[in-house]
């Protein structure tokens, strides 16, 4: 004889009439639970998603029995010129994985924000250095040392070649060829590209490996081109701090990385005349139009001369 559990007369009532309050208590605990998000984070999803459900309620709508044409005219809503497009890009993306819980808690059957748009944020012009700021940063390292060698030949082959900071720690030596002025790079996706390195980093490089870099190694074998203190490989983390060393000591007082050197390559290329597919290729983009961004740096610098030289600016 088969025998069920009866669930209590409000069980399903229960479910079905909880408040968007509790929805979104028990989402906010689920966060709290799977992801461990800061209480900061948690009360500001909280925000989001309240606020939403206070813009629905004159509507006669809830949380859970909004579609796909409530929430398209509520990013239109948020949209209003007066607000900011990342203030609705982030409610947005907190309202999709409100949804993506309940469907996957089988609550609701279909993720009302699946189809809609998110906001087109505008593209922010990528921090860089003048000429006159490269210039002080690379007269910064105390070449007489082996670290301050090393770390002087690094900043040369990042500004000569606008590579990433993740590319140019993992250099090895046979990735090198001095004699043919070029390093064999392999970047996102594991593309490779050649890149080539003009004569003041090369020297730099000759250099470096004929005084710095047996020091630092040794004894020890390594094919690591830019080894630690410790013989062994730098970690990306290690060379910002280096880099961020040498920026103080230089008076360089804005925030300085290593993409910061990689902005400015490209920059500075695009405002001596360089074809913007060229700068694509050296910088390993695969898209065209993630290297367009450069020319607003550039187009920008035009203007800051023009303002300034011209008799009528």
């Known amino acids: 004889m088969a025998f069920t559990v009866a669930r209590p007369k409000h069980y399903t009532l229960a479910m079905s009439i909880a408040t968007d309050d509790e929805r979104i208590d028990k989402y906010i605990d689920a966060l709290w639970l799977e ?29 859970m029995d909004a ?11 948020r949209l209003d010129p007066a607000r900011s497009p990342r203030s609705a890009a982030r409610s947005l993306s907190c309202l999709r994985g409100f949804y993506q819980y309940w469907l996957r808690e089988k609550l609701i059957s279909v993720n009302p924000t699946a189809n809609v748009p998110s906001p087109k944020l505008p593209q922010p012009i990528p921090k860089s250095l003048s000429e006159a700021e490269v ?9 007489d040392t082996a670290i301050g ?12 070649t606008g590579l990433r900071v993740s590319e140019l720690v993992a250099l090895t030596i046979s990735q090198v060829n001095v004699r043919q002025g070029v390093v064999r790079v392999i970047g996102k996706g594991a593309k490779e590209r050649l890149v080539p390195v003009g004569e003041e980093a090369l020297d730099w490089l000759t250099r470096y490996l004929r005084q710095a870099r047996p020091e630092l190694l040794g004894m020890k074998a390594s094919e690591v081109l830019f080894p630690s203190q410790r013989g062994r490989g730098m970690t990306r983390q290690t060379f910002w701090h280096r880099l961020k060393h040498w920026a103080s000591v230089a008076g360089i007082e804005q925030a300085l990385s290593p993409h910061t050197l990689r902005h400015a390559f490209a920059t500075h290329l695009l405002n001596h005349g360089a074809d913007l597919r060229v700068v ?7 898209d065209l139009s993630t ?10 610098r035009l203007q800051e001369l023009h303002a300034e030289h011209h008799p009528r600016a």
């Open 149 to 160: 060698l090393r770390d002087k030949t690094m900043i040369e082959l990042l500004y000569a």
């Open 35 to 63: 992801k461990g998000l800061s209480d900061n984070t948690r009360e500001s999803y909280r925000r989001d998603l309240s606020a939403f459900s206070q813009w629905l309620q004159p509507l006669g709508s809830t949380l």
């Open 291 to 300: 290297t367009q961004i450069y020319t607003h740096v550039a187009k920008a």
């Open 135 to 143: 210039d002080q940063l690379l007269l910064a390292p105390d070449i």
């Open 67 to 77: 579609d796909e044409v409530l929430l398209a005219d509520y990013m239109a809503y």
């Open 280 to 286: 694509q290729l050296l910088l390993g983009h695969s």
